[in-house]
């Protein structure tokens, strides 16, 4: 059996103009961690690098493209995500985006609320 998860990406355009899209990830039910019962995967992808961030509250990220092509994923705090046509996501504890505006404009990025954000980074 198959399940769709959707996330979203913050990509450029061709004038370097950054923009929120959704994309679909496929989960088949499967055997990956034998003998433990069967649960829904999806294709791993490579990845390079790994890390984590902590960004105080209050903390502003004037426009900027990401300085490399990667999911984030919050691990505790708010923080929102603001791409060059004005569209904003927030994004809480347990939320993940892929960044891919690694050229062009790029977005801006704040804490929100009064504690800080803690993410976790996955370079792809």
Do not use: N
């Not at 690694?102 to 954000?117: D, K, P, Y």
């Amino acid at each position: 059996m198959s399940t769709t998860l959707t996330y979203f990406r913050l990509y450029p355009d061709q004038d370097g103009v950054s923009h929120f899209e959704p994309i679909d990830i496929e989960v088949v039910s499967r055997e990956f961690a034998p003998p433990a019962a069967p649960f829904s995967v999806s294709e791993l992808e490579p990845a390079s690098r790994h890390g984590f961030l902590y960004l105080p509250s209050g903390w502003v990220g004037e426009l900027h493209p990401s300085p490399i092509r990667m999911w984030i994923v919050v691990l505790s705090g708010v923080m929102e995500f603001e791409a060059g046509d004005g569209a904003t996501q927030r994004i809480s504890p347990g939320c993940t985006l892929l960044l891919e505006d690694t050229t062009g404009m790029g977005h801006c990025s704040r804490v929100l609320g009064a504690g800080a954000a803690v993410l976790s980074v996955v370079h792809v």
